[in-house]
């Protein structure tokens, strides 16, 4: 009896202590939102920033209404970090599902990371996705999930894939599920026939700055 009192008590102290340290890694802050965060900016220059990101995207829109046969842009890490902070919640927090706030990039060679912090009603803690982008042909975006954590820890997102796909095919995207490379993978399909979008040519992401080029759309309107 007093064996098994002995093992019981070992089995509630690993299974304790399992239970600890998985939450303990799920609070846990990734190093680069942490950075994110703390990134010591003065408030002017964080708002030029931001200003900066607002024109280099209005610019790709200006080159899209105008019919320029090429156009190309780039996002620095620093102004895309500075928009999310200035004006994503402020100007267009409908945008932002309940529970998200403080989200942040951060631009690796040839990967992403998005992180974020997520309230539910049983847990806190930041939230981060890596994904590589690339295009397996003209218009054919490429979404590579090579990781999704809470904290330190693995998390599955299957269900959240399937929302996701389904609202999107909802909206008359065409997005294909599969796996490449051991991993879960989105496939974007961004030659809509009923859609002025542009032609989607090239993407590039270096440590700290986010490029892509197309062309205009010769699709002609029905």
Same mark, same amino acid.
């Given at each position: ?16 202590g ?11 802050v ?7 965060l703390?990134q010591?900016?003065?408030p002017?220059?964080?708002?030029q920033?931001?200003? !900066?990101? =607002? ?14 046969p090429? *156009? &190309? /842009?780039?996002f620095?890490e620093q102004e895309?970090n500075?928009?999310?902070a200035?004006?994503?919640h ?16 951060h631009?690796e060679?040839?990967q992403?990371i ?12 930041i939230?981060?996705?890596?994904f ?6 003209e218009?054919?975006?490429v ?6 954590r ?7 997102? !299957?269900? =959240? ?8 095919r ?6 294909? *599920? &599969? /796996?490449m490379?051991e ?16 032609d989607l ?11 892509i ?10």
């Open positions: 009896m007093k064996r098994f009192l002995l093992f019981l008590l070992l089995l509630l102290l690993i299974l304790g399992t239970a600890g340290g998985l939450y303990w890694s799920s609070a846990q990734p190093e680069f939102y942490q950075a994110a703390q010591q900016v003065a002017e220059i964080r708002q920033e931001a200003k !900066d990101f =607002v024109q280099h995207s209005m610019q790709i829109v200006n080159d899209v209404r105008n019919q320029e090429l *156009w &190309s /842009q780039e620095s895309v500075a928009w999310l200035e004006e994503l402020q100007k267009y927090n409908e945008w932002v599902p309940e529970g998200i706030t403080d989200p942040r990039v631009f060679q040839d992403v998005v992180g974020f912090h997520l309230t539910l009603k049983k847990w806190s803690g939230i981060s996705l890596k590589k982008p690339w295009l397996m042909k218009n054919r975006l979404l590579e999930l090579e990781q999704a809470a904290g330190l820890l693995p998390i599955p997102i !299957d269900e =959240v894939i399937t929302k996701l796909i389904q609202e999107a909802a909206e008359g995207w065409q997005i294909e *599920w &599969s /796996q490379n991993h879960d993978v989105l496939i974007v399909h961004l030659d809509r026939q009923d859609s002025d979008l542009p040519t090239a993407l590039k992401v270096e440590p700290g700055l986010f490029q080029a197309g062309k205009a759309n010769d699709v002609p309107k029905q």
